[in-house]
Nanobody, 122 residues
């Protein structure tokens, strides 16, 4: 199990960009698929994007496809969420998570960061 710490959240105007970071401790980072999830007030936590262990494959939710990317740097034990063309509906607490299973296996995400708040104003 790895320890995850998100950072990079804040307030941005609609149409702007933010880059979130998720730093992992330990030396087993490359054995985990990594995902980003978010939870807005009054809504359930939803999947945003994920990346495979090697970084060779990514998936993303339809709501963010074409706007968000999820690169990872295994040498730095860090996964990122690059958010462009932000919309007010993107406002949420964003969490990164690690999985020892495939990036699409939601039950596999059992290591979670503390979350970072993203507010998008109109």
């Amino acid at each position: 199990q790895v320890q995850l710490v998100e950072s990079g959240g804040g307030l941005v105007q609609a149409g702007g960009s933010l880059k979130l970071s998720c730093a992992a401790s330990g030396r087993t980072f490359s054995t985990y698929a990594m995902g980003w999830f978010r939870q807005a007030p009054g809504k359930v936590r939803e999947f945003v994007a994920a990346i495979s262990r090697s970084g060779g494959t990514t998936i993303s939710a339809d709501s963010v496809k074409g706007r968000f990317t999820i690169p990872r740097d295994n040498a730095k034990n860090t996964v990122y969420l690059q958010m462009n063309s932000l919309k007010p509906k993107d406002t949420a607490v964003y969490y990164c998570a690690a999985s020892r299973y495939t990036m699409a296996t939601t039950k596999g995400y059992n290591c979670w960061g503390q979350g970072t708040q993203v507010n998008v104003s109109s």
